[in-house]
């Protein structure tokens, strides 16, 4: 993907049959689910794509265990169906990109026997909604089989551990791929570009265009188009009200904080299920990309682009890490950490005024400006981003365009790089390049069947394979191909989204950020 060209693609486009405003996962899931229905697309995001909630998740792919049991102690039949809805979506992620996406064993530490079976009959309840063939079954492991697992466990009180499964993803590099094959599949797609104002038809008020400025260059253009959907999870409000300053406050966010850990924490493969805080939330504790990943809080917060990790967030997750773990850990063991915000949807405002609200399920809904003809897709999590999309587009044919609706199909579309893929491959980089295993792993997970156009890039430049920053796997030719082949623009687009630096190692990244700035500019 070329920004240049996208702009000249944009510009040259008459009128699109759908303009779809915010590019995290639900709206790359949109536009990419709109061309393969043959529809003329463009996707647009003031950041970047996945710039905002949709990279700050706490990478899991799953139906809730959370939920279910809600489900089950309050025999609510809706959360019920949302658990098994999220769960078979599980499976079409993890097939869709075996690359950016794999299973995961996670284990919940049992202190008594009757902990030890009410979570196994959980587990059990959980995996037979899934119905997956696919994921290995869930089990009831004695107290050395837990600590085999993770000898890291506190073992005085531990009595034994549940192990079940759900999935694990890259969710910047996932979405980016969503996005990719809406592109492939001839969408327009363009990041750093901000809606401005909608221009409406005068006889009935309908949507026709919206005024878009490009953030890089202070350009600005129009795009025409037969119907607006709004994708911009928790700034939802602010694009509502842009269409109709009567349309009352849907969203409400809240706040959700990770903090990053070396290795040496957690050394094995399993995460650690925390089923209940003391304040009534769930931690997960999880190996990911050679580090630990531990999260999240859950609290209301204000909206804001920038939501950073705050100091009682960092003691409060160690807190929970110190209660497990034998060895303590200390705040200046933290290697980076994030916050992201996530989009609530008040249900008790969906009869807002001049609003036609259509109740998909229960995490989600679709909204359709009575007058207007906004589409709003609201609420939702990672895991049901496809089915959000496939809801929003079959409201569209049969509330907007009043046609037959066209059969969705992706649930069948691998993503760009996950094609023929295979990770053993990477023994064939290993022997071409003379790379080390470490980095030749890590081009497999994060590029796919593209990893090795990623090392073409040095076959005339050989300095390209130097690393990007000792004890990390990424190499320098990776900055040259997210620039200019997955139009990363600014310096966040390439160490937190495109290679995902950042977000492991602060110290690293921005010891590397005059040397990203440096190539940047050469472009």
Same mark, same amino acid.
């Given at each position: 993907m070329n920004r240049? =060209?996208?702009i000249g693609k944009l510009r040259a486009t008459k009128e699109f049959d759908i303009c779809i405003i915010g590019a995290g996962? #639900? @709206?790359? @899931? $949109?536009?990419? !689910?709109? #061309? %393969?229905?043959?529809? =003329? &697309? &463009?996707l647009i995001d003031k950041s970047d794509f996945a710039g905002q909630t949709s990279s700050k998740s706490t990478k899991l792919i799953h139906g809730g265990v959370r939920y279910l049991e809600q489900a089950v102690k309050k025999l609510d039949w809706e959360q019920y169906k949302m658990v098994r809805k999220s769960l078979r979506e599980r499976e079409t992620l993890l097939k869709n990109a075996p690359h950016l996406s794999h299973p995961l064993a996670l284990l919940t530490p049992c202190f008594n026997l009757f902990e030890g079976i009410y979570y196994t009959i959980g587990m059990k309840i959980y995996e037979w909604i899934s119905g997956s063939a696919n994921m290995p079954k869930s089990a009831w492991l004695s107290k050395k089989e837990t600590l085999n697992r993770i000898p890291e466990l506190k073992s005085k009180r531990l009595n034994s551990g549940v192990l079940y499964y759900d999935g694990q993803l890259d969710d910047a590099r996932y979405c980016l791929a969503i996005v990719q094959s809406a592109e492939a599949n001839g969408a327009v797609v363009l990041n750093h570009a901000q809606a401005l104002k909608f221009s409406k038809n005068e006889d009935n008020g309908r949507l026709k265009a919206l005024n878009v400025?490009?953030?890089m260059n202070d350009d600005e253009f129009i795009i025409n188009a037969k119907v607006f959907v709004n994708a911009t999870g928790p700034f939802a409000d602010s694009i509502r009200q842009m269409a109709s300053s009567k349309l009352k406050s849907r969203i409400k966010v809240s706040r959700g904080a990770h903090v990053v850990l070396p290795r040496e924490v957690m050394k094995g493969d399993t995460a650690i299920l925390v089923p209940k805080t003391d304040d009534g939330r &769930?931690?997960?504790? $999880?190996?990911?990309q050679d580090h630990v990943l531990i999260g999240t809080t859950d609290e209301a917060d204000e909206l804001s682009e920038n939501p950073k990790l705050e100091e009682y967030e960092k003691t409060y997750l160690l807190e929970y890490v110190n209660r497990y773990f034998e060895k303590t850990v200390t705040l200046d063991q933290i290697k980076s950490g994030f916050a992201g915000l996530r989009p609530l949807l008040q249900a008790q405002l969906q009869t807002a005024m001049n609003a036609d609200t259509k109740s998909i399920v229960r995490d989600h809904e679709v909204e359709i400006d009575r007058r207007t003809k906004l589409v709003s897709i609201m609420g939702g999590k990672w895991t049901t981003y496809r089915l959000m999309a496939k809801d929003t587009l079959d409201e569209i044919y049969k509330e907007i365009l009043k046609k037959e609706i &066209?059969?969705? #199909?992706?649930?069948?579309?691998i993503l760009h790089g996950g094609e023929n893929y295979r990770f053993e491959d990477w023994q064939e980089l290993v022997n071409k390049y003379g790379i080390s295993e470490f980095t030749a792993q890590h081009l497999m997970k994060k590029y796919g069947v593209k990893a090795?156009?990623? %090392?073409? %890039? #040095? !076959?005339?430049?050989?300095?390209? =394979?130097?690393? %990007?920053?000792?004890?990390?796997?990424? $190499? =320098?030719?990776?900055i040259v191909y997210v620039i200019r082949e997955e139009m990363a623009t600014t310096v966040d687009d390439v160490l937190e989204r495109r290679l995902g630096l950042k977000l492991r190692d602060e110290v690293a990244s921005k010891s590397v950020e005059p040397y990203v700035e440096g190539v940047l500019g050469s472009f």
């Open positions: 240049q =060209k996208q996962a #639900t @709206g790359a @899931g $949109i536009a990419l !689910d709109a #061309t %393969l229905r043959g529809l =003329k &697309v &463009v400025k490009d953030l &769930v931690i997960f504790m $999880i190996p990911w &066209v059969k969705c #199909t992706s649930e069948n579309q090795m156009n990623v %090392l073409q %890039l #040095t !076959d005339n430049q050989p300095n390209l =394979k130097e690393l %990007l920053s000792q004890n990390h796997p990424f $190499i =320098k030719a990776e």
